[in-house]
Nanobody
Framework: VQLVQSGAELRNPGASVKVSCKAS????????IDWVRQAPGQGLEWMGR????????KYAQKFQGRVTFTADTSTSTAYVDVSSLRSEDTAVYYC???????????WGQGTQVTVSS
């Protein structure tokens, strides 16, 4: 099993960024994918979840309206799109496969997103 994320991104405030997470080694539609981020000096912050089977999503309240999760079953890839970026969105963004018991068993390698003018 592997989750491979896209590379580092640098954006200006107000811009958008889309991070990908390509899954391999298992049936993509059989497991939820969560997105979690970690800002410098901070703990992990749960952003939300997508069910690749039907595209159903759940967002942490903080991110509703500004974050969008999608999944492309033809390429086994999950995406997170963050709009209206601000400096506080500077963080490493991770995707993680959710186990039956709601823990994580596999993580992507992380994608650094830097928001700076």
């Amino acid at each position: 099993v592997q989750l491979v994320q896209s590379g580092a991104e640098l954006r200006n405030p107000g811009a958008s960024v889309k991070v990908s997470c390509k899954a391999s080694g298992y049936t993509f539609t059989s497991y939820y994918i969560d997105w979690v981020r970690q800002a410098p000096g901070q703990g992990l912050e749960w952003m939300g979840r997508i069910d690749p089977e039907d595209g159903g999503t759940k967002y942490a309240q903080k991110f509703q309206g500004r974050v969008t999760f999608t999944a492309d079953t033809s390429t086994s890839t999950a995406y997170v799109d963050v709009s209206s970026l601000r400096s506080e969105d500077t963080a490493v963004y991770y995707c993680a496969r959710v186990t039956y018991y709601s823990g994580y068993d596999y993580w992507g390698q992380g994608t650094q997103v830097t928001v700076s003018s």
